[in-house]
């Protein structure tokens, strides 16, 4: 029984090995870990790519790499444990245990932002410039992020038989996370593949991923060739990932809820998302023709 293989039976797909992560020196590294550190040092090169070619120190952007990566490691992981308080008051040795997941994008973002605010003011920056700035390496960071929900076998949705069905053997998943998936009613749809069983679920993960692809080039090729107002990219961002992020979540069974209510925490904040990023695409706009 092989408990490692991913699936994409409408792609005609199969994937026999995929480990979650390697051995050196008999500690396990997980590719979680590894895409997350990849993803901070492509967004670098990327970012201090952008500030040169728009007349900034690129140099600035590395003092900022290093002032707020360990505060946005925290920041997504205390995300994380708020709303799934539930579980870690009962486990509280588990609090810092983030090699399996746990990491919450939003958690990230809200206080890369927060130290970015407090980063222009003491290095008296444009802040509107830095965030367009930003963005480029930001969504280069979550694309690969994303891929490591893949290693994990985590940050997928419902039952489905569209042509990216991902399926996943039922003997990967612990007892606590088969439990989830009974409550999401993925095991009606249970597929036996010779003596193995599979769950067949939408790949959110990926769904995010390309959509966020989606964005980057986006902001790439409309805004690289064109002049235009500082804060548009970000506002633009703001808009396009809410809008993904509202619909994709619908999908997934993993969300994290409101306290005791059905409301998906990430799905309201990406309708704030939308609307912030609306209103600040209005006023930058509207300031740069007056």
Do not use: C
């Amino acid at each position: 029984m092989n408990i490692d293989q991913i699936r994409f039976p409408n792609l005609n797909i199969v994937l026999n090995s995929v480990p979650s992560g390697f051995h050196v020196f008999g500690f396990e590294i997980k590719f979680y870990g590894v895409l997350i550190a990849l993803g901070f040092m492509l967004g670098l090169l990327i970012v201090q790519s952008e500030a040169k070619r728009t007349g900034q120190d690129p140099e600035l952007y590395l003092d900022f790499l290093l002032v707020m990566t360990i505060p946005v490691i925290l920041g997504a992981r205390l995300y994380y444990i708020i709303f799934s308080w539930g579980y870690y008051k009962n486990h509280l040795n588990e609090l810092l245990a983030i090699r399996n997941g746990g990491l919450a994008i939003y958690g990230g973002v809200l206080t890369g932002i927060l130290i970015m605010i407090i980063f222009a003011k003491v290095r008296k920056q444009k802040m509107l410039l830095m965030a367009d700035t930003l963005i480029i390496g930001l969504l280069l960071g979550q694309i690969l992020g994303r891929w490591g929900n893949f290693f994990n076998r985590e940050a997928f949705g419902g039952f489905t038989d569209g042509i990216l069905a991902m399926q996943l053997p039922v003997d990967y998943f612990n007892y606590g996370t088969i439990a989830d998936l009974h409550a999401s009613g993925v095991f009606e749809h249970l597929v036996t593949i010779g003596n193995q069983q599979f769950i067949q679920v939408h790949p959110t993960f990926l769904y995010e991923g390309l959509w966020n692809l989606g964005i980057l080039l986006f902001l790439i090729l409309f805004f690289r060739y064109r002049k235009s107002a500082d804060g548009q990219m970000f506002a633009i961002y703001l808009m396009g990932y809410g809008v993904g992020r509202f619909l994709i979540e619908g999908l997934r069974t993993d969300s994290l809820y409101i306290a005791n209510t059905s409301l998906r925490v990430s799905q309201l904040l990406a309708a704030i998302l939308v609307v912030v990023g609306a209103m600040l695409f209005a006023y930058v706009t509207r300031k740069e023709k007056n």
